[in-house]
């Protein structure tokens, strides 16, 4: 079933599926594999934000930020504005690349300005509007508040300050009209939340082969494999009961933190690095690098505690939040450190039973799934 919702976007290349380490890598979504119709777009944005789609829930609006043409058409602005980094060369699209399903899947970790490394895998922001805490480890409940993080983090956008970024917007004077037409006032921090809230609400995409087989009770929209998949992934292999499916919807994700083992195992292996790693260079080229060589040139891999970053509750040690399962295909790499490549890697880190240390959650275990079986996932 994980096959069918990541293909049930038609614009994924099947390679992208295949199991191998180093398959290429999709194709970037274009204009030929995703029409999109650019004349009013901020009313097309707008409904999408405020209809549901088949498989969603409505979009949980926050109730003082109703959302506008003018807010999406602003915060749309600042999402691609490179002037909001300190030396005007990254946006946030930059990490959350429309192209690439909002995402980054030619990174692992994302990679701020001058090249400074994050420790973490950028997230697709497609559907961010239903999610609440954000990050993987839930350090921030909202969209508007969220944008500070990126804006001011030393290896993300930079700025010295928030302040120093309202401040900037104040004086573009491309951005006077698009205040006053969103909010009748200039910039504000608040104002900015908004409107990139705004925005990124109206990020929806369900409908998906999944859905209208599930909800919409068309038998044919996916086929027998994949629901045998879904039989797997809702029975024997229990994957729902954190990635949920919703009697009338579904987010795949129970949006709370769970130890699956991963987190320290990464841990495990950052203390005691392989002697060599697999790197790639260039699409589909592949080459194994003497781990000596990758410290000389990188920055040191930092610990993630996950959600104890957050808490300081020794329990919460290595728990990440539950990500959607939605448009997966456009959404690798895979986790929180985008270590795992594909699919077939994520499969295999369950069917083994993800790390198989004392603390992890109990219903990762080994799962005792047959190729037949994995493939149907
Ligand atoms: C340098 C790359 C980079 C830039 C630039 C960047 N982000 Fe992100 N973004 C990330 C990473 C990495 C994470 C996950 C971080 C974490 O969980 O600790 C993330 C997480 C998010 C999330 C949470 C998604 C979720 O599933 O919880 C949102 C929303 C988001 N970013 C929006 C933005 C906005 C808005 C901007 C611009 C103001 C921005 N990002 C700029 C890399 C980036
Ligand atoms: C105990 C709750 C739980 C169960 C059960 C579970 N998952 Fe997960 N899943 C998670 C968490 C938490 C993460 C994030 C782990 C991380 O980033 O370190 C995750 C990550 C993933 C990812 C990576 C998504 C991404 O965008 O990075 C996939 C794919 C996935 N799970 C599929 C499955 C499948 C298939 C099953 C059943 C075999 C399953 N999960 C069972 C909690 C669970």
Redesign the pocket.
Known sequence: M?RALATALALIAPAALAGDYGAALPAPISAETCPTDTTDWTKAALERSLTPQLGLPPVPHPVDNPPTEAKIALGRKLFFDRRLSINRTMSCAMCHVPELGFANWELATAIGVEGRSVKR?A?SVINVGFLSPLF?DGRDPALETQFVAPLVTRNEMANPSIGHVVAELTHLPDYRPLFDAAFTAPASLDRIGQALGAYQCSLTLGNSAFDRWFYGGDEAAMDAAAQRGFEL?TGK???A???LIDADHALFTDQA??D?G??RRREERRQNPPASHLVQVAPGVVHQVDFSRIRAVSAPREADL?RYEVTEEPADRW?????G?RN?AV?AP????GA?TT?GE??EF??MGGAGHPDQ?A??RP?GLNPAELAD?
């Open positions: 994980i895998n997230p993987h992934f292999a229990d994957c009961s954190c990635h933190f769970h699956t991963y987190g996950g728990k990440f939040r539950t990500p399962l997966l959404t895979y986790m929180h450190d795992l699919l994520v499969l369950y069917n959650d219903r990762i799962l996932i």
